[in-house]
């Protein structure tokens, strides 16, 4: 009995703790179609190539569509970075090249109480998306590990010295000690945002206002 007890309060602790009694709303993922070959999923940083008709689920009438406006050409963002709205970057996370997903935006996910241009206030969002191609971000966790040489998740100022040093001699340029000293100070005032002299990796994956 005393176990059960137990067992009830502290789920109730988690519960009320959590707000779970209040869920938030959540973006709904369908998965229309998964291909055969999947070599890499889609994660925070990634730069991805989607085509997308984005339809109001009010009427179901359609307000965005790649296939018909952009020149029928597919569009670029990253993932995870605020780039796009919430839902996508909450819905398109390990994603393969060529699958094809449904997602159901709530407004909080959206274009919230103020709607923008032609969404209005408080809409529900569908957009069924393609994703065409996923490329490393310039803020990948890829090139963050590439960086990052005694693996402890945080960037020196030397780290960040040797790469550039190593990026400007791949791309053939010559440039002196004091320049990358420079160059390093500026990126850590602007990347350092907690000043605890290293770039953390949330630090670096999340894009600044000032850059
Ligand atoms: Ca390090
Ligand atoms: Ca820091």
């Avoid at 449904?102 to 996910?109: E, F, M, N």
């Avoid at 400007?168 to 420079?182: I, K, L, P, W, Y």
């Avoid at 350092?192 to 290293?198: A, H, L």
Wanted: charge should be negative; include cysteine; hydrophobic fraction near 35%.
């Amino acid at each position: 009995m005393e176990a059960a007890f137990w067992t009830l309060l502290s789920f109730l602790f988690v519960a009320f703790g959590t707000g779970a009694l209040i869920p938030e709303p959540e973006v709904k993922i369908e998965i229309l179609h998964k291909p055969f070959i999947c070599r890499r999923k889609t994660k925070t940083g990634d730069m991805l190539l989607v085509h997308y008709e984005g339809f109001f689920e009010k009427d179901g009438s359609l307000f965005h569509s790649t296939h018909k406006h952009n020149n029928h050409q597919p569009t670029w963002f990253t993932l995870g970075i605020n780039e796009a709205i919430k839902g996508w970057d909450r819905g398109l996370v390990d994603m393969c090249v060529g699958e094809k997903r449904k997602l159901t935006v709530p407004p909080s996910l959206g274009y919230g109480k103020e709607g923008k241009g032609k969404i209005p206030p408080e809409s529900t969002l569908i957009f069924n998306i393609d994703l065409v191609e996923i490329r490393n971000g310039p803020r990948s966790h890829e090139s963050f590990q590439e960086m990052d040489l005694n693996d402890d998740w945080k960037l020196s100022r030397e780290e960040v010295k040797l790469y550039l040093k190593k990026e400007f001699e791949r791309h053939g340029a010559v440039v002196n000690d004091s320049h990358h000293d420079t160059l390093v100070e500026d990126i850590f005032s602007k990347e350092d945002e907690d000043t605890d002299g290293f770039i953390s990796a949330r630090e670096f994956v999340f894009e600044h206002d000032e850059l």
